[in-house]
């Protein structure tokens, strides 16, 4: 299976971005009215410059209290793991194991297409073990 089918299985193919200059107040609100673990940075809504994530937030504010009101640009991960929509969730899942994260933006063509988070790889996943169990079954009880 690749990227693009699990984009295309997601309820929703909108990705909510947030800008390096917002507050990390603001990036908190958003986490929570879009009920999302991760937001890609971006200028522009199609580069990426970064993704944080609630773990950053928890992370930075261990440390410092007054990280509510410093930008997120100050939290997040700049060095981002990406994806291509022809990535197979094989290698993806491999990326995410290795790199112990959970939310990976997709590009094309240098401009963000999506993003996948590891419960969208375990859903696409379960679904491809069903399908292949209801064809065995199918093969085995054929008369």
């Given at each position: 299976?690749?990227?693009?089918?699990?984009?295309?299985?997601?309820?929703?193919?909108?990705?909510?971005?947030i800008s390096p200059d917002a507050s990390v107040r603001e990036l908190l609100a958003l986490l929570?009215?879009?009920?999302?673990?991760?937001?890609?940075v971006s200028r522009d809504g199609t580069l990426v410059d970064g993704i944080v994530s609630e773990r950053?937030?928890?992370?930075?504010l261990h440390g410092d209290?007054?990280?509510?009101?410093?930008?997120?640009?100050?939290?997040?991960?700049?060095?981002?793991?990406?994806?291509?929509?022809d990535t197979s969730t094989e290698d993806l899942m491999v990326l995410?194991?290795?790199r112990r994260i959970r939310h990976v933006p997709v590009v094309s063509g240098g401009a963000l297409a999506g993003i996948v988070s590891i419960g969208d790889v375990?859903?696409?996943r379960?679904?491809?073990?069903?399908?292949?169990?209801?064809?065995?079954?199918?093969?085995?009880?054929q008369t």
């Open positions: 299976m690749r990227i693009h089918e699990v984009l295309h299985g997601k309820s929703s193919q909108d990705v909510i971005t929570a009215e879009h009920n999302v673990g991760a937001l890609v950053d937030v928890v992370r930075r209290e007054n990280a509510l009101e410093g930008p997120v640009s100050g939290i997040m991960t700049a060095e981002v793991a990406t994806c291509e929509p995410m194991t290795e375990v859903k696409s379960m679904s491809q073990l069903e399908f292949e169990r209801d064809q065995l079954d199918s093969y085995v009880h």
